[in-house]
T-cell receptor, first 113, second 112 residues
Framework: DAGITQSPRHKVTETGTPVTLRCHQT?????MYWYRQDPGHGLRLIHY???????DKGEVSDGYSVSRSKTEDFLLTLESATSSQTSVYFC????????????FGPGTRLLVL | GDSVTQMEGPVTLSEEAFLTINCTYT??????LFWYVQYPGEGLQLLLK?????DKGSNKGFEATYRKETTSFHLEKGSVQVSDSAVYFC???????????FGKGTHLIIQP
């Protein structure tokens, strides 16, 4: 258990509304990640953070923004949700002491109507 | 860029059968390789990993060997159980802090 929680766990929203997903970790890891999981695509990286206020884009960052104002929280925001953003979103942390291993949270299932 | 290719399935086996799930990769550097497992309705759990050529990762009866010459990291288990039914993901890490590159996942179904 890497001490990662995600909230909410399930959300239904409407097209055009902003949505924020939260990832919280309890073990002070420097690196945090947001992925989305879609059938036929596996998991794809959206954004990641390598420290407070330090973030970078991943493979599928369009339409998403992130913020990290403190070590334990990494927020993912959908500026204006679209149906193509219906997905399962996973947060992960990287354990710097175990050779790049990433540990995942339980996921947030998002449905955009 | 980096990529991971694995059979997507579903792969259906009988209990106690031998399992192989193939995984091959393309990477620019010397990646670390991982297998993750996802049970229904849950997140991903690390199953095993290998960080250099010829390393063998093992856990819960599963094994995979890092083969640099064939750029492969095939997952094997000698005798599967119904409880092994899940989706298995092969992944690599090539650039340190950047994220993992995943295969599309293999859905494994074990029948009693």
């Amino acid at each position: 258990d890497a001490g990662i929680t995600q909230s909410p766990r399930h959300k239904v929203t409407e097209t055009g509304t902003p949505v924020t997903l939260r990832c919280h970790q309890t073990e002070n890891h420097r690196y945090m990640y947001w992925y989305r999981q879609d059938p036929g695509h596996g998991l794809r990286l959206i954004h990641y953070s390598y420290g407070v206020k330090d973030t970078d884009k991943g493979e599928v960052s369009d339409g998403y923004s992130v913020s990290r104002s403190k070590t334990e929280d990494f927020l993912l925001t959908l500026e204006s949700a679209t149906s193509s953003q219906t997905s399962v979103y996973f947060c992960a942390i990287r354990d710097g002491g175990s050779q790049e291993t990433q540990y995942f949270g339980p996921g947030t299932r998002l449905l955009v109507l | 860029g980096d990529s991971v290719t694995q059979m997507e399935g579903p792969v259906t086996l009988s209990e106690e059968a031998f399992l192989t799930i193939n995984c091959t990769y393309t990477a620019t550097g010397y990646p670390s390789l991982f297998w993750y497992v996802q049970y229904p309705g849950e997140g991903l759990q690390l199953l095993l990993k290998a960080t250099k050529a010829d390393d063998k990762g093992s856990n819960k009866g599963f094994e995979a060997t890092y083969r640099k010459e064939t750029t492969s990291f095939h997952l094997e288990k000698g005798s599967v159980q119904v409880s092994d039914s899940a989706v298995y993901f092969c992944a690599l890490s090539d650039r340190g802090a950047d994220g993992l590159t995943f295969g599309k996942g293999t859905h494994l179904i074990i029948q009693p």
